[in-house]
Structure formats: structure tokens, C-alpha cells
């Protein structure tokens, strides 16, 4: 059995030998800092309020960023935004958008929450051109809110995505937080998000727009930061100094800018002109078409409609395809036609079965008095789900049914004599 002294020397050997590796290792060589300028092409730029980064990129016009060509967007109609804005924005060449888009220091808002990196895109001929605004060090923000003052004045239109709820906020609040008078007051704006969903939410499981860029634009990124991770790589490099962590940032708010600009090119189009527009999937005439229900477009509506169910649908969306085609068919008076879509849906088991057999029978009751054919459709109507409504409708049509039965008491009339 080893002893006690024995084990101790084994020991310190062991501890020796450790020693002697990592004394020959050489050490790791520290990580030279770095300026943003030196990794990113740019400048420094000098205000009253301070100092701040500033670079800028165009991209040329020969060039095509997914389905979408730059040089198509300086031709894009000056009324484009007018239907998608509620004729806020009824005419506005394109020159003067703004496509706005924040990198933050995290995205729970408030008075903690700083916007580190703001890019700014712009049409004009020579293509389309991002300007992006970088604050080296929380102290730069009050110069970098002015730059971005300064050159906002030359747009009247801000274009976002999800920016009234977010980007927008959180810049006045940072105005307001340097004393500064936020720029936005002047601008119409119009958040490209809310037309986005309407036309692609039920296709698509996320509306975010690196979603839409891969699935609507067809652009697959490469090189790129996840969004969850650039506040992180801000504090490092506040902490380290190391700027060539902030290129991949540089890079997803360039792309994000340019993928709103395109987009912009595809959705406004999709409301204000939709026959202009090739839909590839049914799913998103659906959701055009709703919307334009509630504008009321009825007949473009309807159109939609049925080109969705023509392409193919889910179940789920073409029998509520069904159902909007014969409602708006019903109350632009052609009979016929609803009748027809109603007899579809009611033959067969679906969730929108029970709605059917119950416009069938207000259709004969209140239309071709078949009291009959009334009584029978709502009494599917009740075994599909039943109501108070259905439930009175029965009560009233056995009524009519007995009435009609029932022989005259009353004595008859006679004849006058000529």
C-alpha cells in the first residue's frame, strides 16, 4: 500500500509536469482594437452636437435583389402608396421615400433602449442608395440624431416595417431624451407590416421580413447576423473595441433596407391594382381579397376569389372561399350564383356547411315562398349547429306549412250579379 509521503511526491511530479507544459505554450496574442472606420468605408462625421460614423452604398441599377429590379423602383407609379395608405399618401414620386430601419441595444423599448445603428434608403437614378448612421459610443447620439434630422428633410414619405410600433417610438424617444425635436411630425408614414400580413398570413407561418425576402423575393442571405444576437455584439464591442464584430451588423441592416424597398414595389401594387399582379398561390388572393371586402370592393373581391379557387386551395380556405362567393354574389343580387356556390358547400361536410343550408333557406322562404324546401334546408342547418335563430325560423315556417293546411272557416263570397 503506497504511503502517505509516496502519494505526495507522485503529486507535486504531476503538478510539475502541468507546470512545464503550459510554461512552453506560448501565450495567445491579444486581439489588436480597432476603429469602425477602419473596417467600414465611411467617415467621421463632425455636427454641432458631437461626432458620429456615417457610410454609404448604392446599389447600382443594373443589379437585382431577388425578383425585383433596382432600376424598377424609380418607375414605380406616384400614386402607388394611396390605396395601402387610406389616401394619406395620394401622390408622391419616389424619390422621396425614406425606408427606415433601426439596429437597437435590445427590444423591450423604453427610456434603456438605444438605437446604436439607423440606415436610411433612398431611391434615385443612379439606383438605390443606404445611408447609415453609427454611434461609436452612447455619447454620439444627440450628433447622430441631428445628422439623421438634417437628412430626412429631403423625403416626405417614411416607409417602415412594424416602425409605428417600433422603430418610430423609440426615436422620439430618443429625441426627446437629447432635448431634440423629432423629425417624423412632417412625414406621412406608411408600415409596410399590416399590408404584408393581410397578403400573406395565412401561406405563410412568419410575416418577419426575412421571411418574406426568402419566400416572396426569393434572396437567400449569406454572411448574416441573427437579430437576436446584435445587441450582444454591440456591448462587445463597446467593451473591447474590436469593430470588425460590427460588419455582419452593417451588412443585415443594409439588407433588411433593401428587401423593404422591394417589397414595397409588390404589396402596394397587390391593393391598388390587383389584375397587375401575378399570384402564384391561392392563399394570398384570399387574403387580398379580404381586405378588399372590407374597402368595399366587391367585385374585385369577388374576382380574387375565384381566381384563389381556381389555383387550388386548402380546405379550410376554399370553403371559406365558397362561402364570401356566394354571400357577395347574394347581396349583388345574382341569385344564380349564390345559389350555386351555397349548393357546393352544403353538399358535403365542411365548416361552413351549417352557414349554407342556412342562406338556402332564408333563399326559398323569403324568394320562391317554397315553404317545404325552407323547412327541410333549416332543419340541416340545426343538426349542422344549432340556434336560437334556426330554432325560431322552424317554429315560424311549420307555422306558414299548418296555415296553408288548414281549411277555410271563413263563408264564401258571392258572385255580384251583372
Not at 99 to 121: C, N, W
Request: proline share 5%; charged share 30%; with cysteine.
Amino acid at each position: 500500500m503506497q504511503s502517505y509521503q509516496e502519494a505526495l511526491a507522485l503529486l507535486r511530479r504531476k503538478i510539475a509536469q502541468i507546470d512545464r507544459t503550459y510554461a512552453a505554450a506560448s501565450p495567445k496574442p491579444a486581439v489588436p482594437r480597432c476603429q469602425i472606420e477602419d473596417v467600414v468605408s465611411g467617415q467621421v462625421v463632425e455636427t454641432q452636437l458631437g461626432s458620429h460614423f456615417e457610410t454609404e452604398r448604392l446599389y447600382e441599377r443594373h443589379r437585382r435583389h431577388g425578383s425585383v429590379g433596382i432600376a424598377d423602383l424609380i418607375d414605380l407609379p406616384e400614386t402607388l402608396l394611396a390605396t395601402l395608405s387610406e389616401s394619406a399618401i395620394e401622390r408622391s414620386h419616389p424619390t422621396r421615400w425614406a425606408f427606415l430601419d433601426t439596429e437597437t441595444t435590445g427590444l423591450a423599448g423604453g427610456t434603456g433602449t438605444y438605437a446604436f445603428l439607423i440606415g436610411v434608403g433612398s431611391i434615385d437614378a443612379e439606383g438605390f442608395r443606404v445611408r447609415q448612421f453609427f454611434m461609436r459610443d452612447y455619447g454620439e447620439e444627440a450628433s447622430l440624431l441631428a445628422a439623421l434630422t438634417e437628412y430626412l428633410s429631403r423625403f416626405d414619405v417614411l416607409i417602415t416595417y412594424n416602425g409605428k410600433a417600433y422603430d418610430q417610438p423609440l426615436l422620439e424617444t430618443r429625441y426627446r431624451m437629447t432635448r431634440s425635436r423629432p423629425p417624423f411630425a412632417r412625414m406621412e408614414h406608411l408600415d409596410l407590416l399590416f399590408g404584408a400580413r393581410r397578403l400573406w398570413k395565412l401561406r405563410l407561418e412568419s410575416c418577419r421580413l426575412m421571411e418574406l425576402e426568402n419566400q416572396i423575393l426569393g434572396v437567400e442571405r449569406e454572411g448574416d447576423l441573427p437579430g437576436e444576437l446584435i445587441p450582444y455584439c454591440y456591448f462587445e464591442y463597446l467593451r473591447q473595441r474590436q469593430a470588425f464584430r460590427l460588419v455582419p451588423i452593417f451588412h443585415h441592416n443594409a439588407m433588411d433596407i433593401v428587401s423593404l424597398a422591394c417589397l414595397t414595389a409588390i404589396v402596394p401594387l397587390a391593393f391598388g391594382s390587383p389584375d397587375q399582379v401575378i399570384f402564384r398561390h391561392g392563399a394570398d388572393l384570399v387574403g387580398l381579397a379580404r381586405w378588399l371586402l372590407t374597402a368595399g370592393r366587391d367585385e374585385e373581391s369577388l374576382g380574387l376569389y375565384r381566381r384563389a379557387v381556381d389555383l387550388g386551395l386548402p380546405d379550410n380556405l376554399l370553403f371559406r372561399a365558397l362561402f364570401e362567393i356566394g354571400s357577395i354574389e347574394k347581396r349583388l343580387g345574382r341569385d344564380a350564383a349564390a345559389l350555386e356556390a351555397f349548393n357546393d358547400l352544403a353538399a358535403s361536410p365542411n365548416s361552413h356547411r351549417g352557414q349554407a343550408f342556412e342562406e338556402l333557406a332564408k333563399y326559398y322562404e323569403h324568394r320562391e315562398r317554397n315553404y317545404p324546401l325552407a323547412l327541410e334546408m333549416t332543419r340541416s342547418a340545426r343538426e349542422t349547429g344549432d340556434s336560437p335563430e334556426l330554432a325560431h325560423r322552424e317554429k315560424r315556417l311549420r307555422r306558414r306549412l299548418d296555415a296553408e293546411k288548414a281549411p277555410s272557416l271563413g263563408c264564401p263570397r258571392r258572385k255580384r250579379t251583372p
